[in-house]
């Protein structure tokens, strides 16, 4: 599908669709649990989707009731599995060491860059804990045997995934366990929001420093009702939106351990006028500045980030994101690309970029989504100045399937093209 969209007259109040984040882990959470669970939600997309299809297989169930979720534990554990991924790199990473904790010999496939995207640190940590495991690089991913617990030591820099994954595992375990990260640690607010998950379902993580303790013979409790925080990760384009017109997203809690929650700071410090009241942040326009942005913990903002930085006056320089070339795409290229196509002036950097902004950019012009959701929304607030044309602009599908209806609803015009 190609659109093509202009939001420069968006104004008005959204509500934040629910945290893909957080679903994916409430997910698997309350599929390990001990009874039902209902999840409270306000939105699903193909990477939860792909998640309950494969808790389907792994023996448990999700049915609908309208956009909620209720989720049966796992029942009659197949010997073996395949589940598909689909392009979710999260829920490859999280299941590997879960279905290895599990006794399943697994196959784990996808599609789009998922072959492409690193999995070798958690193999590797597995395997040295009773698992075969694949050939290195070698996709779909195979994995078989019983996983035992002992010291796990991880890289910090490369995912958090990784560490997710294994919190989930370990307490199934009936040996104690530790995970050790060699520091740097990076995107860390992921790791306690995976903690603040097991929390809810009665799994107790110890944390000291770098070091992450987990008891072994621990059980899932369902706590029976759930809801699912809304999203700071996808909320970021509305509010980075707002920076550049007057916008309310609804729903989101300012005290969630997300850190994508960092994006209101952001467009403040940029020079927007922010203001929150209980659930509800609202932006309006501001004279915006260029900033240094370390993107370490953020990673997921920064497309929108790098978009928002066109339109503020001076250079904004964001590193320490060079892991953001192992995602949907390279995004570092990709973005550089979008914003070069748009007449930006920026510069790619080995682990980040610099945005020279405040120059007047094309009043048209086409770019690809780059079959990636993060780009789509970046290439959508760079309309605010330009007709801009997306191609494959179904790449949105990923995470959020009504972005172009928010689009609309709020004042802005989207155009499908070609909807091959």
Partial sequence: MDITVSAKNIKGDVDAIASKSYAHRILIAAALSDKPCKMLLNSTSEDIEATEGCIARAGGSV???????????????????????????????????????????????????????????????????????????????????????????????????????????????????????????ESKPYIDMTI?????????????????????????????????????????????????????????????????????????????????NNDSVTVKAGSLKGIEIDASNIPDLVPVISALSVFAEGQTVIKNAARLRLKESDRLKTVAELIKTAGGDVTELSDGLIIKGGKKIKSEFTVPSFNDHRLVMAASLLSFGSKVTITDAQAINKTYPSFWREITNLGGVCNVINDR
């Fill in 63 to 185: 049915e609908h009731d309208g956009l909620n979720l209720l989720v049966s534990p796992l029942k009659n554990i197949p010997e073996s599995a395949v589940f598909d991924c689909c392009e979710s790199g999260s829920l490859i990473r999280f299941l590997i060491p879960v279905a290895a904790a599990l006794g399943i010999d697994a196959v784990f496939t996808g599609r789009g860059r998922l072959p492409q995207r690193p999995q070798q640190p958690i193999l590797e940590a597995v395997s040295r804990h009773g698992i075969t495991v694949s050939k290195e690089n070698e996709f779909p991913v195979k994995i078989s045997g019983k996983l035992k617990s002992g010291e796990y030591t991880l890289p910090g820099n490369i995912s958090s995934q990784y560490t997710t994954g294994l919190l989930f595992a370990l307490p199934l375990l009936t040996g104690d366990s530790v995970i050790n990260l060699i520091p740097p640690v």
């Fill in 196 to 276: 603040s998950v097991l929390k809810k379902f009665g799994i107790t993580v110890t944390e000291d420093g770098c070091r992450y303790f987990v008891k072994g013979g621990q059980k899932y409790i369902s706590p029976e009702v759930i809801k699912v925080d809304g999203d700071w990760s996808n909320g970021a384009f509305f509010i980075a939106a707002g920076a550049l017109s007057h916008i309310t997203v609804n729903g989101l809690n300012i005290n969630s351990v997300q850190g994508d929650k960092e994006i209101a700071e952001i467009v403040k410090h940029m020079g927007a006028d922010v203001s929150v």
